[in-house]
């Protein structure tokens, strides 16, 4: 260790890595009102020839409840809108159910 403690840095760079492979997987949505929400990024499910978009809130992860988000437009341009209807979340989120169940346990 040197004077200005230059043994702990190796250790210090492996935590920050920690914290940003932690990362890889949250998105951060801003609404119309400015307001940014994190939320953990679960999957991408095609339904009907459209795909959407399964997402954890972090901040209510422990509810286990899941935010579903129609994609639209490419690259840049890739927007997340709202799904319309009970019965078109609820046919992606059977899907997302399927594709993920060696993954997640679910309760019903």
Known sequence: MDELGNENVDLELEQDQEDLDALDN???????????????????????????VVL???ESADDGEVVIFRIEGEGDDETY???????EASKVFE????????DFNFVD
């Open 56 to 58: 954890l809130p972090v």
């Open 81 to 87: 809108v709202g799904v319309e209807t009970e019965e």
């Open 26 to 52: 949250i998105v951060v949505l801003t609404d119309q009102d400015g307001t940014d929400t994190e939320f953990e990024f679960l999957d991408v499910v095609e339904c009907d020839g459209k795909e959407y």
């Open 95 to 102: 899907l997302f159910k399927e594709k993920s169940k060696d």
